[in-house]
């Protein structure tokens, strides 16, 4: 009989080697490397396999309604509810809210008439109880059970009614005898993900598993479980702020790119209907530096600060530090800005802040990003009804981006009259009826005028300010 042999996986990637070694060679992570056992291939499973039928695209297959848990930021972010049979793997940091999130559209669900089951792995019974009693869900038929052995699970859910939606907080307590390596590993993270995998094929329930994510934002462990579940699905949050987002990385179902906002309350997680007004509340709209960008978060216009803070620097090398913005982003606006509009940076630490934990990553936050800083250097408050949006090239041309209509719109909706963007921005009248006035800026350096116009500074105090120049056309 073949002799079991054992090899050594990652925990990070799940690249296997032949011996121990500190260093995993494919994702380069210390400390990662465990044993695991390898069963030798058995009889039974080098048997035959058998031929199925396989069938065209063409085929009837009647789409069974979406799972909706009437929660509609969740909602929005799967796609209009959870497809039948899927598996969705919900990341996130431990604490940011995930079982009370789940726990709560469980409830929902329940109070349907579905059967809905909730597995916790890492809480008591009677904790999860008591947590569902504190959000005032204590009457909805959750059937509740704490586990970890994957066949019991799935022996309990094959009997009786037909579950609707299965819930497994979370995948890395869970281990099953199909692997024999410890619970927590890769393996039997992979096995047991596998079976319920298959389970929510065949049985057609939504199966959900929750997963912890590092501090680095991987999801640890899980991260390999991710090509095999239809939608990914990651919460996250700022442990400072109440709110927190529910973003989508994948999904098979539905488009990715979409968000849904929430706020921690005293009674669980509400949904926050009108995201702009929350990210915009209390903002110091007459200091300078900061820039209102009209952005995107998927389909959804998304209204947010950008805060810059440009300060004398007696450094050598002055600091750079962004906060919810990409570090070479900042390089390369700063360096546009210092070889296109004839400003000086070099003897100044550089701060950019996306107020509020958000992150802005499109291109169109360059305009906004640009317009604050240069605002902090002239000392010049923006407009306080201004939005920005437009991404910068290399030359300093302004370029034109996507969305126009629902950024301008969203604007106007929250009180803005007048918009910062492209000039080769194609705009219809649809737009313009949003109420917005329009400020086309072809280059930085109109920009750069527009704001320079407005400091309040003396021109001995803002050196690096450019000569104030006619006005650039405004429409
Ligand atoms: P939890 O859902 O347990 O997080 P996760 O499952 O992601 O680890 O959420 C725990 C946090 O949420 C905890 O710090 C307390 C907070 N919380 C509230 O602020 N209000 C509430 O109503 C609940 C249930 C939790
Ligand atoms: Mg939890």
Redesign the pocket.
């Known amino acids: 009989m073949a002799k079991a042999r054992s090899s050594f996986v990652c925990q990070n990637c799940g690249a296997a080697t032949n011996r121990w070694q500190g260093r995993c060679d494919a994702c380069g992570d210390w400390n990662t490397i465990v044993e695991e056992s390898r069963s030798p291939p058995t009889a039974s499973r080098l048997a035959r396999g058998r031929a199925f039928d396989l069938e065209g695209l063409a085929g009837e297959s009647r789409p069974a309604p979406r799972a909706v848990t009437g929660i509609d930021e969740f909602d929005r972010v799967t796609g209009g509810g959870f497809v039948p049979g899927s598996v969705v793997l919900l990341g996130?940091e431990?604490?940011?809210?995930?079982?009370?999130l789940l726990i709560q559209a469980c409830a929902n669900l329940a109070l349907r008439g579905d059967r809905v089951i909730y597995i916790s792995g890492e809480e008591a019974a009677a904790q999860v109880r008591l947590?569902a009693a504190?959000?005032g869900l204590a009457h909805a038929p959750v059937e509740l059970a704490a586990a970890t052995q994957v066949e019991d699970i799935l022996a309990t859910c094959g009997a009786g009614r037909q579950a609707a939606l299965v819930v497994i907080d979370s995948i890395q307590t869970m281990h099953t005898q199909t692997a024999d390596s410890s619970p927590g590993t890769v393996t039997q993270v992979r096995a047991s993900a596998q079976s319920l995998l298959r389970y929510a094929k065949l049985s057609g329930a939504i199966v959900i598993l929750v997963g912890h994510v590092t501090k680095d934002g991987q999801v640890a462990g899980p991260r390999v479980v991710e090509h095999m579940v239809d939608a990914v699905l990651s919460f996250e949050g700022d442990g400072a702020h109440h709110f927190r987002i529910l973003r989508a990385s994948k999904n098979r179902f539905g488009a990715t790119g979409e968000i849904g906002v929430f706020e921690?309350?005293?009674?669980?997680l509400a949904e926050v209907a009108n995201p702009s007004a929350l990210f915009l509340a209390g903002r110091d709209a007459l200091a300078p530096g900061a820039a209102v960008l009209a952005g995107m978060e998927g389909q959804r216009p998304l209204l947010l600060e950008i805060q810059a803070l440009v300060a004398p620097s007696s450094l050598g090398t002055p600091r750079r530090a962004v906060v919810g913005f990409d570090q070479s982003r900042l390089a390369m606006i700063l360096a546009v800005l210092e070889t296109r509009g004839g400003l000086k940076f070099a003897a100044h630490d550089v701060y950019l802040n996306v107020a509020g934990g958000l992150r802005a990553d499109e291109p169109a936050a360059d305009l906004a990003a640009a317009a604050a800083l240069v605002s902090s250097l002239c000392g010049a408050p923006l407009p306080p009804e201004q939005v920005y949006f437009g991404e910068i090239g290399l030359s300093g041309a302004v370029r034109p981006i996507t969305h126009t209509g629902l950024r301008l719109k969203e604007a106007g909706k929250l009180g803005f009259r007048s918009a910062a963007l492209p000039q080769a921005q194609q705009t219809n009248n649809e737009d313009r009826s949003a109420g917005v006035a329009l400020f086309p800026c072809p280059h930085v350096e109109a920009l750069i005028c527009e704001i320079a116009r407005r400091s309040t500074r003396r021109p001995k105090e803002t050196p690096n300010a450019p000569p104030v120049e006619p006005k650039p056309g405004r429409p």
């Open positions: 996130g431990p604490g940011i809210g995930k079982s009370t947590r504190r959000l921690m309350t005293g009674r669980g």
